[in-house]
């Protein structure tokens, strides 16, 4: 760049991008015209080269500033956008930081695409900015529209049902039925017609926006959880026989006569698990027997390569998305009563206390003896005596004996046992309705003998250096639990706080919270310190479980990992080696993270969207909640007769509220009135909005 002795330079196309090149930064327009010493004219001439090149795409504007594409440093990741609008760039290199993206900079990406953007530093002090230049691969080939006014025969014009993509469709919908407003369509976005606005094609009609089923179909969509198998998988499974065949039970225990059976919920229809249990001399044994889905769904098959991609089963109010075909899901592989499995048996020896004592695994056909219900069970438990079979109420009580000293010693280890309550959908004459789950001690006992056999299978392989995804829960963020010590210190818990908050630490504090006015606080502060559970192929504890190895070995008909850890004892019984390297099993386990955050997320969402409906018509009327999260804007309230939360902010409130992160809690400068987690509140609903997903509160007076 020229210095005030030195002569403007010549102006040229070259010696515009020779300045931007040697610059390595963007270079602002007065900057520009002072190199060239551009009078009126040339400032004309120097504009309309800025712009043809911006439309060329050989330069890029951050900022108020020009740079050239190739000489700006720029990062590549996924595009994260938040209700409020703005997006985060999350870098593929996850050693650097989120980068910043302004709504206007997202160079027509959409929420969840791989994009690539050069990087700004001059735009904000505090911290460096993105632009989009590049949108690298769609999350999506398609969007789900809501249908707005007709434009004319076979062309609507419709938004995007996502409330942060913030484009208009136009939307031909030849192909189908003439739409109603307030439809949910799926289309296929075909090219950006202007600025905003997209050319798309109807390809699908979903149903009306507020029915549970659309819904559903609605949030499958948005997060791209299939709805059909592809023809090739469904002959895969109708080639396999109904039943197993006699030849198949060669080699295999015969298990028949023990009367295993299995437990789950009134609407249940996969069964992969089946539960037996007697006393012995000097404790007890259980027998835990998984559907043997690997004997059926071969390495490298058409069924194989179709679970891998689904990861596992999604489990919606009102459907199911299976990992499997239902041929298998709900037939070959389930283990219903009275007709023969195959079936994979964890056959464990426990002492009167609940130890392990002995454990072997081995192949089996078994006949399930009940199909019973939770609901069931727990009324034998409780002394009805017609609820089940008669000659299964001995074995049952059993089980409970057995469960109650799995839990016991499962609480001695230090294991963090939270009683989170779970939302229960459903509808009943077309009116949506939600609350609160039951919890029954059955449930428990069906989780106790789970666990029993997750560990046992993960020990056995870990011991014989067997490749295989371990479950492993890492140990909170130091941090976290520092900062969770320092906000508790300043409550009524602060003479009961344990010295060190470990496993043993955070037990006794959940013990000092239960029956105060802190026990739902603490609860979910604990639960916010603590790490996401993942597969992986080293094993690192799972920490909430106090247990050193861990996999998911029972429920492979719904679990993808199941059927690897189901396939490396297999393999370890047959004397067979390994089939894949740990390396090679990593990338298996960041697929199946990946998919079991999505249908986390869908569950979620369906979850909120469902109570938005139940909601509707209860508008104006005061609720009881507890506050469940705080920020500087508000506070979340989730309510206590259905375990949804809302937000009521503090534009709604009568004076001004100052935030403390470090308490989490919000304090009145005029009257001193805190807010803060776990504080039990009235609220009125204010307001619900399907389409942002919100539910919004104002203070009951």
Known sequence: MPSPKQSPRKFSVKALLDLLRDSGKPVAPKTIFGFFGADAALKKRIKSTLAQQLENGGIVRTGKGYGLMEALPRMSGVLDVRRSGVGYLIPDDRSREDLFIHPRNFGGAWPGDRVEAVLDATRRREATEGRIVAVLERAARTLTVRVGRRIRAGRYFCQPVDSRMSFAALVDTTALDAPEKGDILIVSPEKEQEAGVWLCTALRRLGVERDLTTQELLVKAGHGIPERFPESVLREADGLPPDPLPGEWQGRAD?????????DGETARDFDDAVYVEQEENGYRLLVAIADVAHYVREGSELDVEALARGNSCYFPLSVEPMLPEALSNGLCSLRPGVPRLAVVADMRYSRGGEPVQSRFYEAVISSHARLTYTQVQAALDGDAAAVPGNLLLMLHDARELAEAFLRCRIGRGCLDFDVPEIRIRQEGGEVLVDTAVRLFSHRLIEEFMIAANERVAEH??????VFPYRVHPRPDERKLEALGRLLAGTSLADRLPPVLDQSGLQALSRAARGTDMEYAVGRLILRTMMLAQYAPENDGHYG?????YCHFTSPIRRYADLLVHRALKRMLAGQPEARTPEELQSVCDSLNTCERKAMEAEREIQKRAAILALEKRLGETMRGVISG?????????????PVDGLVRLATLDEYYSFDPKRQELLGQRTG????????????LDAVNLERVEINFTLAE
């Open 255 to 263: 298990l028949r006569a023990v009367p295993l059976v299995t437990i």
């Open 673 to 684: 009135r805190a807010f803060r987690l776990g504080l039990i509140v009235d609220v009125t």
């Open 461 to 466: 392989l870990k011991e014989r250096g067997r």
């Open 630 to 642: 705080v920020a500087d804007f508000g506070f979340w309230v989730e309510l206590t007769d259905m």
């Open 545 to 549: 479980l106090a247990s050193e190895a």
